[in-house]
């Protein structure tokens, strides 16, 4: 199977990669480590000009993609957007352009979809109290108030809270689950901000306290969730995609450079085949991310099995790139000045968004089992 993009999707990676080397380049992740607000609007506003918030919304609302598969399309963005630890809702604000696009009002997608597509909203996705996918773990209560709705509770480790303009908040009546666009500021909201292990990516918690919203910000579709963690799981793979092939390729020039008893160290045997094996493995974290993005685009019959394996194998991969490759980096890998570790802190936090690979694991499990035994029913 040819897992290569087209001529299209080249071009917008190549065009990205220009923009973020003269706009955002690596080293200016440094500047926003110790900062609460790491998104430069100006930035991320250019950022949309060159459809990074666009590809899902369709062109009657400003958006519209490169082809007809507008998640490939954003494979490309999210892989190059991972080699810089670019610190914007990139995943997040598509997500919520998705469910908008596909299970909101005509009015909702009249006032929001717009703003989105041009870069003038961040927006972020309320999962649940400890950010895990469950719906056990969802602790927002939705009740009714006359014509409006009271939302009262928690939400944890919400990315890039503190920069959202827009919230979009899983929560729970006594009915059913249910979906909410809430615009920040809101009375009843209120935002605090965590410190992660990511030191790259604004976290917040969100509290909901008596927070009265309009009927009209109910979003309308059942199967939200599910759609969108499977895009979640598909465009953070891509960034993690992305920023291993950038940490491979700097453990190579570093292996080729490091003189070692008159020697570059990376022409000892045991060094190339661990390069080896870690080229490897990022090529089984694309070929993984890939399909995964091709099955969910075009609603293949193995799309669910495609995303949980995504999910299962590639933030693990991720972690276990890093890992090796800070070891062989030696002694300078250890140190904050050197971007490594930077790239091991995300990959740690890649291995509990949106569902563990052990959860993936058992839902992969789960996809399998309802499928035809091998060699037909």
């Keep these: 199977m040819d897992f290569t993009f087209g001529e299209d999707q080249e071009l917008l990676r190549l065009t990205t990669r220009a923009f973020l080397a003269k706009h955002h380049p690596i080293e200016r992740v440094r500047a926003v480590l110790e900062a609460t607000d790491k998104v430069d609007r100006d930035v991320w506003r250019k950022g949309a000009e060159l ?82 996918v469950d719906r056990g773990a969802v602790e927002v209560r939705a009740s009714r108030n006359g014509e409006r709705w009271m939302l009262d509770g928690r ?50 918690e969100i509290t909901f306290d008596g927070a009265s919203v309009a009927e009209s910000t109910l979003l309308a579709g059942t199967a939200t969730t599910d759609r969108l963690l499977a895009l979640a799981v598909v465009l953070h793979a891509a960034e993690a995609v992305g920023a291993a092939e950038l940490v491979l390729d700097t453990t190579v020039e570093y292996a080729k450079a490091r003189v070692q008893f008159g020697r570059p160290i990376g022409s000892f ?61 030696g002694g300078i890998g250890f140190t904050w000045e050197h971007n490594i570790h930077l790239f091991l802190r995300r990959a740690k936090v890649g291995q509990v968004l949106y569902g563990s690979p052990a959860w993936h694991r058992e839902r992969l499990v789960c996809a399998l089992d309802q499928a035809p035994p091998c060699g037909g029913a």
């Design 51 to 132: 459809g990074w918030t666009a590809m899902l919304i369709p062109a009657e609302y400003h958006g519209g993609s490169i082809t007809d598969q507008p998640i490939v399309d954003l494979v490309p963005l999210a892989e190059e957007l991972g080699r810089v630890l670019y610190p914007g809702p990139f995943v997040e604000t598509n997500l919520v352009a998705d469910a908008i696009a596909r299970d909101g009002t005509d009015n909702q997608r009249r006032e929001l979809l717009g703003p989105i597509a041009r870069g003038e909203s961040l927006a972020a996705w309320c999962l649940s109290g400890d950010a895990t």
């Design 155 to 204: 939400v944890g480790c919400v990315l890039n809270a503190g920069d959202a303009d827009l919230l979009l908040v899983r929560a729970q009546s006594e009915e059913e689950d249910l979906s909410f666009l809430v615009p920040l500021p809101t009375p009843g909201v209120s935002v605090r901000t965590l410190r992660g292990l990511d030191l790259t990516r604004s976290l917040g």
């Design 269 to 329: 045997q045991a060094i190339k085949h661990r390069l080896a094996n870690l080229k490897m493995t990022v090529e089984a974290m694309r070929a993984a991310t890939h399909y995964a993005a091709l099955a969910l685009d075009d609603g293949l019959d193995d799309a669910t099995a495609a995303v949980h394996t995504a999910g299962a194998y590639v933030a693990d991969a991720f972690a276990a790139v890093c890992g090796e490759a800070l070891q062989l980096h």
